[in-house]
């Protein structure tokens, strides 16, 4: 059965630490990884990841896919209050399927 | 990025009514919609997956005679709660994607999503 597993589901730290939120998979007919960023409406796209190896950067957020060991990771540095939100880690075959989330709050 | 809209963004009803959610890709034609729920504290479920002009292929769980999904042209898809309950009560997100270029790059753009409270 496929899956998607998110850790840890929950995270609290201090403004200006910095994070890093874990995707792993088992997916037949891999095609990406995506992560999202969820607030208090629908989910915001934050990066698709197709090969393995390479990072992508947005600001202070980065990510990366290794395919050999069927993961991903989220970076957040340097990390704000309005980083605070639900982050989503999604994998797409002919659907996709999500993973529960990582619950991350940013205490000032 | 392209935009999905939905409508209604929030819509209250009765117990044994039917209430109908429009989603809609404003700038792209989406070969495939899908229909999402949520409940609170909790991560997205997909309920199914739509293609234009075929049936839609529900999730497992998902009762395709309580959800009728409805994908007639490239950018509009409705789910229709039929006979909605209180345990129906939930916040519905549709996505609408497709893969372009060359490369046949997946791009996936989600509605702001529905709130359905069944009193």
């Known amino acids: 059965e496929d899956k998607v597993v998110q850790s840890p589901l929950s995270l609290v730290v201090h403004e200006g630490d910095t994070v890093t939120l874990n995707c792993s998979y088992e997916?037949?007919?891999?095609?990406?990884l995506l992560w999202y960023k969820q607030e208090k409406k629908a989910p915001t796209f934050l990066f698709m990841l197709t090969s393995s190896g390479i990072e992508k950067k947005s600001g202070r957020l980065s990510s990366i896919l290794d395919k050999k060991e069927l993961s991903s990771i989220l970076n957040i540095t340097a990390t704000q209050t309005g980083d605070s939100a639900i982050y989503l880690c999604?994998?797409?075959?002919?659907?996709?399927?999500f993973g529960k989330g990582t619950r991350l709050h940013i205490l000032p | 990025g392209a935009v999905v809209s939905q409508h209604p963004s929030w819509v209250i009803c009765k117990s044994g009514t039917s209430v109908k959610i429009e989603c809609r890709s404003l700038?792209?034609?989406?070969?495939?919609m899908f229909w999402y729920r949520q409940f609170p504290k909790q991560s997205l479920m997909l309920m199914a997956t739509?293609?234009?002009?075929?049936?839609?292929?529900?999730e497992q769980g998902v009762e395709k005679d309580k959800f009728l999904i409805n994908h007639a042209s490239l950018t509009l898809s409705t789910l229709t709660v039929t006979s909605a309950h209180p345990e129906d009560s939930s916040f519905y997100i549709c996505s609408a994607s497709s893969f372009v270029g060359t490369n046949r790059h997946y791009e996936q753009y989600f509605g702001p999503g529905t709130r359905l409270t069944v009193t």
């Open positions: 997916v037949t007919n891999f095609r990406s």
């Open positions: 999604a994998v797409v075959r002919d659907k996709i399927i």
């Open positions: 739509s293609n234009e002009g075929s049936k839609a292929t529900y």
């Open positions: 700038d792209f034609q989406a070969t495939t």
